[in-house]
């Protein structure tokens, strides 16, 4: 069997996909042997049974001693550049989420209160400001006057009774003091049992931040499925890709219980 040549542009055409094709055989030509031979491919490379012949995007003639040509196809995956740009760009998009999904975990970890005063304790509360729910910090000033007291200073002396009315309901562990004028919150030493409450919390939080960057992961995964199924790569492709975005959330994963101690640490002060 011969291999020939072909034209820019019979190779510029577009490609035509086959998972298998079987080659046409003319009987006693003795360009093949008497059984078909199967063509198969993966990445970047095929195998002809009766003989191993490697192409990338090229059409693939074969002739027989008759001089008959056949034109078999054009059998593309994307080249490795391809590859590692689509890489790029899905691994960069996951770890801009999971940036984002730490960087809630930690907002989140700032309004679990420890024994020392701080405004974002306040961070998640919210107030029924004429009908409509909205953040504390958007209708008042926050200030810490000392490490044990919080000082609120509404913009709107109207809503007072409705902030005290917030913290209470938020149920952070602090009792709110509205003198008519501003709202005072004493912060006081954490009990043990109270220390416990809290590190269950963060616990809660730490692990609702691991899920938000599984879920990122397997975002991720099915963009490598949607490129498989377009055949723009191999399942040996699909498999690298995908142990390369397991390294990267196992290094998230690294970060979530870093910080979770880093908490866990602050709540065991006194």
């Known amino acids: 069997m011969a291999l020939r040549a072909v034209s820019p542009a019979m190779a510029a055409s577009p490609p035509c996909a086959l998972s298998s094709a079987r080659i046409p055989q003319r009987p006693g030509c003795g360009c093949l042997s008497d059984r078909s031979s199967l063509l198969s491919f993966s990445t970047n490379f095929m195998n002809l049974h009766s003989g ?57 970890f700032n309004t679990v209160r420890t024994g020392r005063a701080n405004p974002s304790m306040l961070d998640r509360i919210e107030v029924e400001y004429y009908g409509t729910p909205v953040n504390l910090k958007s209708i008042a000033q926050i200030n810490t006057p000392d490490a044990s007291s919080l000082l609120i200073q509404p913009f709107d002396k109207s809503c007072l009774k409705l902030i005290e009315k917030a913290i209470v309901a938020a149920n952070i562990g602090v009792t709110p003091s509205n003198d008519g004028e501003v709202i005072r919150v004493t912060v006081p030493p954490l009990t043990s049992d109270r220390r416990k409450e809290m590190a269950k919390t963060v616990a809660k939080l730490s692990e609702e931040g691991k899920v938000a960057i599984r879920n990122i992961r397997r975002d991720a995964i099915k963009a ?15 498999k690298d890709l995908s142990a390369d975005l397991q390294k990267i959330t196992d290094e998230y994963m690294k970060k979530v219980e870093s910080l979770q101690k880093a908490k866990e640490q602050e709540l065991s002060k006194v």
């Open 52 to 108: 191993a012949v490697g192409f990338f995007s090229v059409p693939l003639v074969l002739q027989h001693s008759d001089k008959r040509r056949v034109v078999l196809a054009v059998l593309r995956h994307a080249t490795i550049e391809e590859i590692e740009a689509e890489k790029t760009i899905i691994e960069e998009q996951a770890k801009e989420k999971m940036e984002k999904a730490l960087e809630t975990m930690q907002t989140n």
């Open 224 to 238: 490598y499925d949607k490129l498989e199924k377009e055949k723009k790569l191999s399942e040996d492709n699909k």
